[in-house]
C-alpha cells in the first residue's frame, strides 16, 4: 500500500537491492515492487497511481514476440498503488495500459519488469515470453 515501504519514499530501505541490480551477472525479473525497484535503479522515477488498482485489467502487448505468444489484449491481475512515472530509455515497453507501463525489457541485458502479478490468474502463457527472453 502506499503508506508502506516503497522504493518511491524510502529508496534508502532498498539501497541494497538497488545496488544488485546494477551490477547483476545474472538474468532479473522484478515483479510490482520489484518492477519499481528496477526502474529506480536505472534512474527511473515511480508515482503514485491514480487509485488502488487491485483486481484483473486488461493490458496492451507492443512486443511482437509477446503478441505471437500472447496475443494484442490480455486480462492479468494487479495489485499495486503505485506506477512508473519515468522509464529510463534502457527500457522499451513490452505492454501498457491506461494505467501505465505494465512491462518492460531491458534493451541490451537479461532483466524485465512486471507492473502485475504474473503469478496470479490464468495467464501461465506469460511465463513462455519470460522465458523466451530472459
Not at 507492473?115 to 502463457?125: A, D, I, L, S, T
Request: some cysteine; aromatic content about 8%.
Amino acid at each position: 500500500g502506499s503508506d508502506g515501504p516503497t522504493v518511491m519514499r524510502h529508496p534508502d530501505i532498498y539501497s541494497t537491492e538497488i545496488l544488485m541490480i546494477k551490477n547483476a551477472q545474472i538474468s532479473i525479473l522484478g515483479i510490482c515492487l520489484g518492477a519499481e525497484i528496477i526502474n529506480v535503479a536505472f534512474g527511473g522515477a515511480i508515482k503514485d497511481a491514480r487509485q488502488d488498482f487491485s483486481g484483473d485489467y486488461n493490458i496492451n502487448i507492443k512486443d511482437d514476440l509477446a503478441k505471437k505468444l500472447l496475443g494484442n489484449n490480455i486480462s492479468v491481475s494487479e495489485g499495486h498503488t503505485l506506477a512508473i512515472d519515468i522509464l529510463p530509455d534502457c527500457f522499451k515497453i513490452v505492454a501498457d495500459s491506461d494505467r501505465g507501463v505494465e512491462v518492460f525489457q531491458h534493451k541490451t541485458l537479461p532483466i524485465i519488469g512486471i507492473q502485475f502479478h504474473p503469478e496470479v490468474g490464468k495467464n501461465f502463457k506469460f511465463k513462455d515470453w519470460i522465458l523466451s527472453v530472459i
